[in-house]
């Protein structure tokens, strides 16, 4: 497509649920990254894939965040017994190599309650 | 660890006034330097970028200058407007590594 697009755009879940997050990348752009942002704040890092891999998982925070690229393109991040501290704008980037600037997605609004 | 600095906002400045936003950043190497806006409602947009020393990124008439010496990377505006109105994020990324932001600067342009 013309842009990165994350859905959906807003999702509200209850405290202890399960939440999947999507991103559709720009075509051909073989980086994809996962960043979140809290009000006020930049975006941090969660995850980067090169191709289909994860090559930098660092950023996830504990073991209930698990992001997925199975065929290069899409990837979903995945959050299980979500936590209210886990409310944030989830955004979604892509560029065609690492080091370019990225293009970003709109971003997923989650609200955690 | 590779880190971001850039003032603290909110900036208040009126249209026409000549604007900076300061930048610093700590990293091995020879990162990749970038300003990103946001403006109300809307997704981050890259604004400038400079690879490397001595480089000057510009876009939209805001200018950044790559300085090594001083590692710095500040935006400047020498007219603003009010649809400059927006947050600006300065970030970093090493050469096959993720980009690093700042915690943003809100700027504020009174008509």
């Known amino acids: 497509g013309a842009g990165v697009s994350q859905t959906p755009s807003n999702k509200v879940t209850e405290k202890g649920k399960y939440v999947e997050l999507r991103c559709d990348p720009i075509?051909?752009?073989?980086?994809l990254y996962w960043y979140r942002q809290s009000l006020g704040q930049g975006p941090e890092f969660l995850i980067y894939?090169?191709?289909?891999?994860?090559?930098?998982d660092s950023g996830l925070p504990n073991d209930r965040f698990f992001a997925v690229r199975p065929e290069g393109s899409v990837s979903t991040l995945k959050i299980q017994r979500t936590e209210r501290g886990d409310s944030a704008v989830y955004l979604c980037?892509?560029?065609?190599?690492?080091?370019?600037?990225?293009?970003f997605g709109s971003g997923t609004r989650l609200t955690v309650v | 660890g590779d880190s971001v600095t850039q003032m603290e906002g909110p900036v208040t400045l009126s249209e026409e006034a000549f604007l900076t936003i300061n930048c610093t950043y700590t990293?091995?190497?020879?990162?990749?330097l970038f300003w990103y806006v946001q403006y109300p409602g809307e997704g981050l947009q890259l604004l400038l970028k400079?690879?490397?020393?001595?480089d000057k990124g510009s876009n939209k008439g805001f200018e950044a200058t790559y300085r090594k010496e001083t590692t710095s990377f500040h935006l400047e505006k020498g007219s603003v407007q009010v649809s400059d109105s927006a947050v600006y994020f300065c970030?970093?990324?090493?050469?096959?590594?993720?980009?690093?932001f700042g915690k943003g600067t809100r700027l504020h342009i009174l008509p």
């Open positions: 980037a892509s560029s065609l190599s690492t080091g370019d600037g990225y293009t």
């Open positions: 075509s051909g752009h073989t980086a």
């Open positions: 894939f090169q191709g289909t891999g994860a090559a930098d």
């Open positions: 990293a091995t190497g020879y990162p990749s």
């Open positions: 400079a690879t490397k020393a001595d």
């Open positions: 970030a970093l990324s090493r050469e096959g590594d993720k980009i690093i």
